[in-house]
């Protein structure tokens, strides 16, 4: 192509010179000239020729993070006869250039400073009591970034490959807590701590990894790091630990308590006993951990030379940061305890009991429902759980294990599938339905404090209910650990907000790079080296392309047209102002971030004066030409009632269609919902299903 366009510019302009008289002298050193300077774009893109060139070119951007390399001990190996010493090492990303690099991104400083606080409503983690009541976080004059940390274990191989362990990798990530929830659940806002193998971790314990970041956290809390940013000008910023977010094993493997869960004081909030958890529902009626008790329970481990006290093996190096101890750590994971705990165990219960006890239906017809139904709806594809092998008696867990989403969709869309196969008095489908109301509050994104004492009082009734239908006889079923966690949840929304904002499902989502990365490399020397590098290049690649701040919306196929072709000519016109001879931009779906708006779907507009909920039906999306806002096209519905039987809202389409263009940031909810068609008591009726409660503010 280079070739091409030198030889026909060459070409041109020498019969020009010709046209123009010059002498032929002339014409020769001006196409030598010109084939000279050419040799010069015959490798454009010789700079990035190899990966080498490639690495040092993306490195030195101002705006790259590098991994370090930290030493933690040396070894001798032994290949082919000869020993020579190796360091043991993991990788760790400095925090400070992490948020330097961030911050200079005028999107990203808008969002971090942006005030989400609304009165008497709990969205965020600056709703909470926390928040409220630490000076540093409330001064005006002082800004400090508040960290979320996140620890897992990550299989990086197949892991029916013999000795697939061998290569398993501990990840350390981290989340700014400034941020919106929303803004969190991107890839991009879930950085990059430390990585280092599990072999190495439970060779030298976690406390060379927690020391790196304890010394850097201390400083950035008490001097802090200065720069010339957008928005904000020249400005001393501190950094500050929040809370940690694992699941209850990493928990307690971090924190230095003990791993075993049938033991007595598992529960790091708390001194509870595996015999109080079956009788206690409620979070006052255990005595709470105190900074002055834990601190007690470690002299005692020393003195009285035990294994544990009270649940206690050894102290925390995060204890040494300021304003930080594990016993205000108000934090539990939600997508462990409930749906790959508490959920799995109690849809067992009751499925075995609807269908092998009561056989209201069998296991192929349960099967063929859900077959169907997923062929119906236009929400939750991919979420389709797997075919179950069988009913368990009570205790055991559904087979096949479903991922957590799975989980989820299948107790929120179960009374859909199979609620006009069981009567309205069943006490075992009243309890499946207590179920589903509990994860909705739960999985809430928005609170008042009378729907927290309302989900404390749920979470007693359920508790209970639990108990007094699986509880006793023959094949009677204990309250697990993961189900007196659930009484701990109140507190921990009035604490620190809606608990989807430390869920750690977003962090495990992110796992999945690390596993293609690896695959693709195929490289096990230094793995976490590997991944580490690969993890910051898309780092770069993610701030030089703005995907921290998601606002934009992507498109695929869309047209241009005048809005007098539109069939909702004079609802466009109204609301954009524009004449019916203007031109619009028109499309079938449209995304932003990860949700996807198709025409067809469901969204929810309002709420009435009866407090239900107001649906409707996407037709089109339209935006001006130019223009980054798109608005969709809805037919609104009626809602009639709800309907607790199948826990959704009845609605229909009136005969007179009223047609309304909203913006999709004036959505109540941003999620679409499911709509199912169902003929039910002799009657058609749509049937709509939120994914959790929704609070107008």
Not at 88 to 101: A, G, I, P
Not at 621 to 628: E, G, I, K, R, T
């Amino acid at each position: 192509m280079v070739d091409t366009a030198v030889g026909t510019l060459a070409n041109a302009t020498v019969q020009s010179l010709r046209n123009a008289g010059l002498a032929h002298e002339t014409i020769k050193t001006v196409k030598e000239t010109i084939h000279s300077q050419a040799a010069m774009l015959q490798q454009p893109l010789d700079f990035l020729a190899t990966r080498y060139k490639q690495d040092k070119h993306f490195d030195s951007h101002p705006l790259a993070v590098k991994p370090q390399s930290i030493v933690l001990g040396s070894s001798v190996d032994t290949h082919r006869g000869f020993s020579h010493i190796v360091h043991n090492t993991f990788q760790y990303v400095s925090v400070e250039q992490t948020l330097r690099s961030l911050l200079h991104n005028a999107s990203y400083v808008e969002a971090l400073l942006s005030d989400k606080c609304t009165p008497g409503v709990i969205k965020d983690w600056q709703d909470g009591t926390k928040f409220a009541s630490n000076s540093i976080f409330t001064d005006p004059t002082r800004l400090t970034i508040v960290l979320q940390l996140f620890y897992d274990g990550m299989g990086t191989t197949n892991p029916l490959r013999g000795q697939a362990v061998m290569n398993n990798v501990g990840v350390f990530y981290f989340t700014v807590k400034n941020l919106p929830n929303a803004y969190n659940s991107c890839f991009a806002n879930v950085h990059l701590l430390a990585l280092c193998t599990s072999n190495e971790l439970k060779q030298y314990g976690f406390d060379p990894v927690l020391r790196k970041l304890v010394d850097e956290l201390t400083h950035l809390d008490k001097v802090g790091f200065s720069g010339d940013f957008p928005l904000i000008g020249s400005k001393q910023i501190f950094v500050r630990l929040g809370q940690v977010a694992c699941d209850i094993l990493a928990f307690n493997v971090i924190f230095g308590f003990i791993e075993c869960f049938s033991a007595d004081y598992f529960c790091t909030l708390c001194y509870a006993k595996q015999a109080d958890i079956q009788c206690k529902f409620y979070e006052h009626e255990f005595v709470r951990r105190t900074v002055a008790s834990y601190n007690r329970d470690l002299a005692a481990l020393v003195t009285e030379k035990k294994s544990h006290v009270h649940g206690v093996k050894g102290p925390c190096l995060l204890n040494e940061l300021p304003g930080y101890h594990l016993v205000n750590n108000y934090s539990l994971n939600i997508m462990h305890i409930l749906l790959e705990g508490v959920v799995p165990v109690e849809l067992g219960c009751v499925l075995y009991t609807l269908s092998t006890v009561r056989k209201y239906f069998t296991l192929f017809e349960f099967r063929d429902r859900v077959h169907f139904f997923w062929s119906k709806i236009n929400v939750d594809k991919d979420n389709k759980p797997p075919e179950l092998n069988g009913f368990d008696k009570p205790g055991r867990r559904l087979s096949p294990s479903m991922k957590a989403v799975q989980m989820w969709c299948l107790l929120r869309y179960l009374p859909l599938i199979v609620g006009d196969c069981v009567p309205h008095d069943d006490e075992h489908w009243l309890f499946l339905l207590h179920l589903s109301q509990l994860v909705d509050l739960v999985f809430a994104p928005k609170f008042t404090p009378g729907m927290v004492s309302f989900l404390r009082e749920t979470i007693a009734e359920h508790l209970q209910l639990f108990k007094e239908l699986y509880g006793f006889g023959e094949a009677a079923v204990s309250l697990k650990p993961k189900h007196h966690l659930l009484v701990h949840l109140p507190t921990i929304i009035m604490q620190i907000g809606p608990l989807t904002g430390m869920s750690c499902l977003r962090y495990e989502l992110k796992n999945s790079f690390f596993k293609r990365s690896a695959h693709t490399a195929g490289n096990f020397t230094n793995v976490c080296s590997t991944l580490a590098y690969r993890h910051q290049q898309l780092s770069l690649l993610s701030k030089l392309s703005g995907e921290h701040v998601r606002k934009f919306f992507s498109v695929c196929r869309h047209e241009r047209v005048p809005i007098f072709a539109l069939s909702h000519t004079a609802t466009v016109c109204d609301k954009l102002g524009l004449e019916s001879t203007d031109d619009v931009i028109v499309a079938k779906q449209i995304s932003r971030a990860s949700v996807v708006y198709k025409v067809g779907q469901h969204v929810i507009l309002d709420v009435n004066a009866d407090g239900c909920l107001l649906f409707g039906r996407i037709e089109q999306f339209v935006s001006l030409p130019d223009a980054s806002e798109w608005f969709t096209v809805v037919q609104k519905m009626e809602t009639l009632n709800f309907d607790s039987h199948f826990n959704s809202f009845v609605a229909s389409y009136v005969k007179q269609p009223e047609i309304q263009l909203v913006a999709i940031d004036d959505l109540l909810d941003y999620h679409p919902v499911c709509c199912y068609g169902k003929v039910c008591r002799d009657s058609s009726i749509f049937l709509i299903r939120p994914q959790y409660h929704v609070l107008k503010e």
